[in-house]
């Protein structure tokens, strides 16, 4: 029998919180993340007994980067449930970095009831007005009857078109009250984001000039894995014996094998990646939202489009990013594997390339990796570059790669190989410290069969590592690497580089010791002394299904993360390590 | 320039609109609002560069509250 709390109806009828979960369940919802709390209990109430399992984190934080990771992996909606006031506030930062890297999650925020709207109740917050600016969709349920077609409209609006986040705020009093038979209907406009098809005279125009050019560059970014893109673009690139770029998420779109691509491109991307970028007559950026992240600076590229010099090509779902930075040459609003196959297909003659241009991006890749592999070996301890190396053979080709935000994360831009698409994961857009932990177990329940390697700064792992219980609390196995410099490295070297090396608020001491933390949560915690080693205990761990945190000491003065194109530079000027002479200018 | 266009008739809605308008690099010289039964008709009069009005649209055009919108260039 179902004890239904609050509410003057009998045993059998059914509160607005059932017909919600009804509504998950019709959804083919398995779990829901968050912390329950006064405003939202009810919610969970409704869920007790039923087939959907809730996922208790130690941090709000942690649950909406958690479902961030789900997402990413199962390509479906996740959902987050959290009380209101601290529990609402606690999911923004991961609202922002589901928006700035379109995540399709569906926050369900608990609300103090309406008859005290407004009036500063206990954990009263406006959560709509606060994530007003980093939501796809957001409503506040105000009667019974829109209770589940909110539900329903924030689902489909976070997973239409370009993926976001979502968000319905559910006051107390509402979801106790009993269901009504009918639904209101929530006014929106969906249609819009049904992608339009590609325009045909426009892939024309771009058709024309992928033809005319000796130089095309594609430039992938994150829409390209949502779109499953990936096929058309190696396709194209072969056409065209293309260089790839891409942007930091793209990385997951093109496996890193494939011989012309060069890699991500921008602040810390691969000097190859950046030369390509800046030399290139004609660049076909798809799914990416033109950031200065993979720029550096517009200027050069609105120079070269402006004096035709460059073809900007710009494919994308979404219309308000064509031109937001960078006006292309032409633009294609579309979905980009839809896009692409009409581009493919139109090529009908064998287009010209530049051999020389290819050999010579692939000489900067060659310098770059002996150069690296030289510096690695003349320090005593781990260098960054090289245990990425070992770890990634110690790491099965399908796992997921997660990370957190600062230098690792920089490293990994440059020298993790991804070869499964959609098998790396990381903050881009925010660049937010945390993610990692989270995001990790997400993705490990979302994929149970799939190892997941999070790597993470020391700094990182701190901020949600009480969501570590999770890993035995729900069996999520995932193994952690903490690059541990004992300190916020990615800032330091801004210091030690733009600041004159003021070193300030940047240096941790020697507190926490890993390994009693790992200790606190029933997970093996490996201090690996050589390369070998720790190839071993990450081999093991994957092999075992075991979890394991990997605390790897790497001495700060030697974690400079190179190449680096400083803020407001152009990609040519990308400060590359010691021992490298190219330039990354093209002599045509 | 001007920009017409229909909401959902509800001030959280209208919030939504003011937070991107207020973002966008354009002079907003006038700007109303008039409640229908189901809606809220804005018209908003503007000064600003023709690419800045555009994305400002397609910006606008992105929320789903958004029914319908139009731009009107006023000078021609
Ligand atoms: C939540 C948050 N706070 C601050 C920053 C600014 N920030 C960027 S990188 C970085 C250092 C990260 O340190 P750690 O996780 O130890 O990684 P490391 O750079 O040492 O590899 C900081 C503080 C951020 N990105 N996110």
New binding site residues.
């Given amino acids: 029998m179902r004890y239904n709390v609050g509410g003057n109806f009998g045993a059998h009828d059914k509160r607005v919180v059932d017909k919600l979960v009804d509504t998950l369940k019709h959804l083919k919802i398995k779990h829901v993340f968050g912390i329950p709390g006064g405003s939202i209990m009810t919610l969970y109430d409704a869920l007790y007994g039923q087939d959907i399992d809730t996922m208790l984190f130690r941090h709000e934080q942690g649950a909406i980067h958690a479902a961030e990771g789900y997402a990413r992996v199962s390509g479906r909606p996740a959902v987050v449930a959290v009380t209101s006031g601290p529990g609402a506030t606690n999911i923004v930062?991961g609202l922002a970095d589901a928006y700035m890297d379109s995540n399709p999650v569906v926050a369900i925020t608990g609300q103090v009831a309406t008859t005290i709207f407004g009036r500063d109740g206990f954990q009263e917050i406006d959560i709509l007005g606060i994530v007003t600016p980093i939501t796809k969709f957001v409503y506040q349920v105000k009667k019974p009857s829109e209770a589940t077609a909110a539900l329903k409209t924030a689902y489909e609006i976070s997973i239409i078109g370009r993926p976001g986040p979502t968000l319905i705020d559910l006051p107390r009093d509402i979801q106790l009250e009993k269901a009504p038979d009918f639904e209101d209907r929530i006014l929106v406009n969906k249609e819009k984001y049904i992608p339009p098809p590609p325009d045909e005279d426009k892939i024309r125009e771009v058709v024309k000039y992928i033809v005319e050019g000796v130089r095309p560059v594609i430039l992938v970014g994150g829409g390209v894995v949502w779109s499953g893109a990936t096929g058309e673009v190696l396709e194209l690139s072969k056409i065209l014996t293309a260089p790839i770029v891409s942007t930091l998420p793209g990385k997951a779109a093109v496996p890193h094998d494939y011989p012309l691509y060069m890699g991500a491109a921008g602040m810390h991307g691969r000097a190859e990646a950046d030369a390509a970028l800046a030399n290139a007559d004609v660049i076909i950026a798809v799914g990416t939202r033109i950031s200065d992240r993979t720029w550096g600076r517009f200027h050069e590229l609105r120079q070269g489009i402006h004096s035709g010099k460059i073809k900007f090509i710009h494919i994308d779902i979404d219309k308000s990013e064509i031109g937001k930075n960078v006006k292309p040459t032409v633009s294609v609003v579309s979905d980009a594997r839809e896009a692409l196959r009409k581009i493919i297909d139109m090529i009908n003659t064998i287009p010209r390339y530049d051999s020389r241009f290819i050999k010579w991006l692939h000489d900067i890749r060659t310098e770059y990796e002996m150069v690296m592999s030289k510096i690695s070996d003349s320090v005593p301890g781990f260098h960054?570059w090289r245990a990425l190396k070992t770890i990634r053979r110690a790491t099965p080709r399908n796992a997921i790669t997660v990370t957190?935000?600062?230098?690792?994360?920089?490293?990994t831009e440059i020298a993790w190989e991804v070869y499964t698409p959609g098998t790396y994961i990381t903050s881009a857009g925010?660049?937010?410290?945390?993610f990692c932990i989270p995001a990790s177990l997400g993705a490990k329940l979302a994929a149970r069969d799939k190892p997941v390697l999070c790597i993470?700064?020391?700094?990182?792992?701190?901020?949600t590592m009480n969501n570590l219980t999770l890993v035995r609390d729900y069996d999520l196995p995932i193994v952690i690497v903490i690059?541990d410099?004992r300190?916020?490295?990615?800032?330091?070297?801004w210091q030690i580089y733009l600041y004159r090396r003021r070193i300030i608020a940047?240096e941790?001491g020697r507190r926490p010791d890993f390994s009693k933390i790992g200790e606190a949560y029933d997970i093996d915690v490996a201090k690996p002394e050589t390369y070998d080693e720790l190839e071993r205990v990450i081999a093991r761990a994957f092999r075992n299904n075991e979890p394991l945190i990997v605390d790897l000491t790497?001495d700060?003065e030697i974690?400079i993360v190179l190449p680096w194109v400083k803020p407001g530079e152009w990609l040519t000027s990308a400060m590359l390590p010691e021992g490298m002479s190219t330039k990354l200018v093209y002599e045509d | 320039m001007k920009i017409n266009f229909t909401i959902n008739k509800s001030l959280d809605s209208l919030g939504r609109v003011l937070a991107i308008i207020r973002r966008a690099k354009v002079d907003v010289k006038n700007l109303t609002i008039t409640a229908d039964t189901y809606v809220y008709q804005v018209t908003c009069n503007i000064d600003g560069e023709p690419d800045e009005v555009r994305w400002l649209v397609s910006k606008l055009d992105k929320l789903p509250e958004v029914l319908k919108i139009e731009e009107i260039d006023i000078n021609h």
Avoid: A, C
């Avoid at chain 1, 957190?404 to 490293?411: A, C, R, Y």
């Avoid at chain 1, 993470?456 to 901020?463: H, I, K, L, R, T």
């Fill in positions: 930062t960054p957190g935000v600062g230098s690792h994360q920089m490293w925010l660049g937010t410290m945390g993470d700064g020391d700094g990182s792992f701190q901020m690059f410099n300190s916020l490295q990615l800032v330091k070297q940047t941790f790497i700060p974690d």
